[in-house]
């Protein structure tokens, strides 16, 4: 069953903690974003990679770091510098720049507590 | 870099009424014009796209217009259907990146 899959649905975290958000997929993408959302604020572009051992920062990325190892994982890390990590984080992947049809994982929602 | 704006964020109509979503983009070299839905709880889901070569798409009740001079693109859902109920994003290329709008709350009213 082909596709991009996010784990955990639900994550806790405490202040000052690291945490370790993954994704996955089997589409033979290239590129591979993360987004955050907020209420009211739409989906903002936090890192992409366009190709293995390669990735850019978007909008938001302070407080953020990523990896590209591997074409199908891209995981993302919270970080204990991000100020506001409770939100909504979507990763997506496409096969080229952009251009064509992105597929979401089904997204993972951290708190922090 | 690319910058979307969409309108309106929250928009109710009756069961059975158009709707209508707009969007503008700021890079004249966006060439790919996607819709996303989300459902409550769910992952966005591609519903229908334009490319830049094209004025016009239609699919069922659904139908997308691109106007490149003016750097806008709309949603324009007919008969609307409880099940519309959703959000709805625009998105544009530009610097070979996926742009989104910051959604519109669509409430069909049976």
């Known amino acids: 069953d082909g596709g991009i899959t996010q784990s955990p649905k639900y994550l806790f975290r405490k202040e000052g903690q690291n945490v370790t958000l993954s994704c996955e997929q089997n589409?033979?993408?290239?590129?591979m974003y993360w987004y955050r959302q907020d209420p009211g604020q739409g989906l903002r572009l936090i890192y992409y990679?366009?190709?293995?051992?390669?990735?850019q920062k978007g909008d938001i990325a302070e407080g953020y770091s990523v990896s590209r190892e591997k074409k199908e994982s891209f995981p993302l890390t919270v970080t204990s510098a991000q100020k506001n990590p409770t939100a909504f984080y979507l990763c997506?992947?496409?096969?080229?720049?952009?251009?064509?049809?992105?597929?979401f994982g089904q997204g993972t929602r951290l708190t922090v507590v | 870099g690319e910058n979307v704006e969409q309108h309106p964020s929250t928009l109710s109509v009756q069961e059975g009424d158009s709707a209508v979503i707009k969007c503008t983009y700021s890079?004249?070299?966006?060439?790919?014009f996607p819709w996303y839905k989300q459902e409550l709880g769910k992952r966005p889901q591609l519903i229908i796209d334009?490319?830049?070569?094209?004025g016009e798409k239609k699919d069922q009740r659904i139908a997308v217009t691109l106007n490149k001079t003016a750097k806008h693109f709309s949603l324009h859902i007919t008969e609307t259907q409880p099940e519309d109920s959703a959000v709805y994003f625009c998105?544009?290329?530009?610097?070979?990146?996926?742009?989104f709008g910051t959604g519109t709350r669509l409430t069909v009213i049976p």
């Open positions: 997506a992947s496409s096969t080229t720049r952009g251009n064509t049809e992105a597929f």
């Open positions: 589409l033979n993408h290239d590129a």
């Open positions: 990679s366009q190709i293995v051992n390669d990735f």
């Open positions: 890079d004249s070299a966006s060439n790919y």
């Open positions: 334009i490319r830049s070569n094209v």
């Open positions: 998105a544009a290329t530009g610097a070979n990146n996926l742009f």
